[in-house]
């Protein structure tokens, strides 16, 4: 039987973890789906954490190594959208450029810059078309 959703919000976090002298940018993409948080962290390591625990999913034994792929896919089995998905829609709803506004390409590539920074380049002209926290320029 499907569980009916009457709630679904996306949010994402930029920031770091690490020793301060050597940072690690960390990327926290949550959805709250019914009042459940999923959250898949993608930094040193990636991480699923479900209302803050890490749930048991099915590769977790003595026998099988960390899996990166497989974790993201029990976040994306749950949350049920990808991770590029989910990025797309976050940036679409948060008001962050759906086109490139020097070439008008509409595919864009979202990533992270420095520790705790998120960019999106034109996948077309290759042109920075978006950044937060750090200015475009500041960098330029």
């Known amino acids: 039987m499907e569980t009916l959703?009457?709630?679904?919000?996306l949010s994402l976090e930029n920031s770091t973890e690490g020793p301060s002298e050597d940072p690690y940018s960390r990327d926290t993409y949550?959805?709250?789906i019914n009042g459940v948080d999923h959250s898949l962290i993608?930094?040193?390591?990636?991480?699923?954490?479900v209302d803050g625990v890490y749930p048991q999913l099915d590769y977790q034994s003595d026998?099988?190594?960390y899996?990166?792929?497989?974790i993201i896919s029990c976040w994306e089995s749950e949350v049920g959208m990808s991770h590029d998905?989910?990025?797309?829609?976050?940036h679409r709803v948060h008001g962050q450029p759906s086109k490139c506004s020097s070439c008008g390409g509409r595919k864009l590539t979202y990533s992270s810059g420095y520790?705790?920074?998120?960019i999106a380049g034109c996948s077309s002209c290759h042109k920075l078309v978006w950044c937060e926290?750090?200015?475009?320029?500041m960098i330029e």
């Open 67 to 70: 899996d990166e792929d497989h």
């Open 115 to 118: 520790a705790g920074e998120a």
């Open 5 to 9: 959703i009457t709630e679904r919000r």
């Open 85 to 90: 998905t989910f990025i797309k829609a976050y």
């Open 63 to 65: 026998y099988v190594p």
């Open 133 to 137: 926290p750090v200015t475009k320029a």
């Open 30 to 32: 949550t959805v709250r």
């Open 42 to 49: 993608m930094g040193l390591i990636t991480r699923y954490l």
